[in-house]
Structures are given as structure tokens and as C-alpha cells.
């Protein structure tokens, strides 16, 4: 069994097991429905994925609602009632939206969140961005001596995943140096700065999923072009990154997503007090790596080593 395997299993068994005894302080009865947002193929198996990993997690067959963009709120109420429901994940943005229409004394859950969610929130959630220490952990293996990580990132999107991410570095011996900015044009100019100014032995660059910071036709093509020249890795929180030439990314493994949800619902019902609205990064990750660019750094990417990954890029016929 690979160390990757190992860790991905162990982590699954010590998720169970923390389930069961947190599911033996929740009543037997508690009902909990799941909020999915209505979408085509290939999205709807993305969700449909995680809701069948919140019901691996709660153990039970949960209730589901699909619900378009433009569903009546009164539908929502009418269905907690009908089936009884004590406790509610969203998934998605509308899945987001519809907790505002969920009565008060329903314990809610937010999940598959693509941003932030508003000031106003007042409950626990899940974003579908990767844990910062699982990235730093999968560049120290890649390259030790990576020893600086460099981020640009927008602050009313990703402040809370910069603060978390400091905290994860400083404990891994890593040293995150993080850059404000709200728009492209800020964003490019501090890129030009970091390529001027640093030493391209020393660090890597960790790329977001924001599209106001790093666009793919301007701001992307332009760090890869000048990562490439000075040989300075960078890595992703969007797969989609790595088939441009990214060294790696990780991403969410969707039914270990729905069993993360399904972890913190519990802990939510069992707590004597909320959880309140801290948002949580996923941890049941899938990896992805660029072999063409891991040979140009000069990294060690044996086959063994490419097996372990889930994705490699350039895809081989």
C-alpha cells in the first residue's frame, strides 16, 4: 500500500469512527435534508457525488431538494415540514441562498461553497478549495527546499483561507508571504514585482481559484511564461491550472466532501453551543501534476511516482 493510499484510508476510517461516537449523542430520529442546486451534466454528478458521501458519513438516506434558480421559498419550508427534517446542508451557491428561507431552530450546514459566504452569515461551512497544509505537504515532497511560498489573493474572497494558510505554514516550516489584491491590473503588477525582486530557487508561488486575480488569458499565461524562463514552481487550488503548465494542484475528492459535511453536521447537533460561521477548507483531497513541467524543474518524477498522483498532465494516449 502507497503512503498516499495509506493516508487517504486512514484518514476515512478515523472520519467514521469520529461519526459513530458523534452520532451516538444525536437523537436516533434526527431527520437531515440536503439542499442540491438543479444543474446539467457534468456539474449534477459533482453534487450527486457529495450528497451520496453525506450519506456514507451520516450512515442513513438523507432527504434531498433540487432546487432551480428561480425555486419559490415556500418550498422550502413545505418540505421541512412534510419530512420532518431537524437539520439542513446546503450545497452551492443556491443551496446557499436558500438557508436564509430555513427556520431557525433547523441546524444548518453549508457545503460545496465556491467563495465566501456574506458577512452576514451566521453558519458553519465547507469551501470546495483544498487545505493549505495539504499543498505545502505535497511541495515539501516535491521540492524541500522550497522554503518561501508566495500568494496573491483578494481579500473580501480568501482572507479567511490566507489566515489559515499562515498559521499551517509557520507549523510546516514554511514561510507564506501574502499580497492584497482586488482586481487583474493590481494583481499583475505585483506579479512583475515578484519575478524582478525574487530568488527562483527559494520559492514557489500558490495560485488561487479567483478569476479577479488570476485570469487565464492576461495574468496566468504571463507567470507561467516567466515561471517557466526562471524555473520557480508554482502550484494551484484549480485543476484546470495544471493542464497550462502549473506544476500541481490538489482538488476536492467530492464524496469525501460529502463526508466532511456530514462530520461537521454532527459536531454542529452535538455541540451545546454553534459552531458559528467559521468556514473550513476540504481535506479529502485528489492531486493533479504536469510531468512536462516537473521535468523542467528538474524534479524527480519517476512512473512510481506519477502513479501515485490521480491526475497527470499531459494526458498520454
Do not use: C
Not at 454532527?266 to 455541540?271: I, M, R, V, Y
Not at 483531497?285 to 513541467?293: E, G, K, M, V, Y
Amino acid at each position: 500500500m502507497t503512503s498516499k493510499l495509506f493516508q487517504r484510508t486512514y484518514l476515512i476510517l478515523i472520519a467514521f469512527l469520529m461519526n459513530v461516537l458523534l452520532a451516538m449523542s444525536v437523537k436516533a430520529d434526527s431527520k437531515v435534508g440536503v439542499i442540491i442546486p438543479e444543474l446539467r451534466e457534468p456539474f449534477k454528478v459533482i453534487f450527486d457525488t457529495v450528497g451520496s458521501g453525506i450519506d456514507d458519513g451520516l450512515n442513513k438516506r438523507t432527504s434531498k431538494l433540487i432546487l432551480s434558480k428561480d425555486y419559490d421559498p415556500k418550498s422550502i419550508t413545505r418540505w421541512i415540514e412534510k419530512e420532518s427534517i431537524d437539520a439542513v446542508i446546503t450545497l452551492g451557491g443556491v443551496g446557499q441562498r436558500a438557508s436564509m428561507y430555513v427556520p431557525m431552530n433547523i441546524t444548518i450546514v453549508l457545503g460545496a461553497l465556491l467563495s465566501s459566504p456574506s458577512p452576514t452569515n451566521k453558519y458553519p461551512g465547507i469551501a470546495l478549495t483544498p487545505n493549505p497544509k495539504s499543498l505545502f505537504n505535497l511541495l515539501n515532497n516535491l521540492d524541500d527546499q522550497r522554503n518561501t511560498v508566495i500568494v496573491v489573493y483578494n481579500p473580501s474572497k480568501n482572507q479567511w483561507l490566507v489566515d489559515l494558510a499562515k498559521r499551517q505554514a509557520a507549523a510546516n516550516g514554511v514561510r507564506l508571504v501574502a499580497y492584497k489584491a482586488t482586481d487583474i491590473k493590481q494583481a499583475a503588477i505585483i506579479y512583475d514585482e515578484i519575478f524582478k525582486s525574487s530568488e527562483p530557487d527559494k520559492i514557489a508561488i500558490w495560485l488561487l481559484k479567483d478569476r479577479k486575480v488570476v485570469d487565464s488569458k492576461v495574468v496566468l499565461p504571463f507567470i507561467l511564461k516567466n515561471a517557466w524562463q526562471k524555473k520557480i514552481i508554482v502550484f494551484s487550488s484549480a485543476l484546470s491550472h495544471v493542464k497550462k503548465g502549473v506544476l500541481f494542484s490538489m482538488y476536492p475528492d467530492n464524496e469525501l466532501h460529502g463526508k466532511q459535511l456530514a462530520s461537521l453536521m454532527l459536531k454542529e447537533k452535538a455541540s451545546a453551543s454553534s459552531i458559528g460561521n467559521k468556514l473550513y477548507p476540504t481535506i479529502g483531497l485528489q492531486d493533479a501534476i504536469n510531468s512536462r513541467t516537473a521535468e523542467h524543474l528538474g524534479l524527480d518524477v519517476s512512473r512510481s511516482k506519477l502513479r501515485e498522483f490521480d491526475v497527470v498532465f499531459p494526458v498520454s494516449n
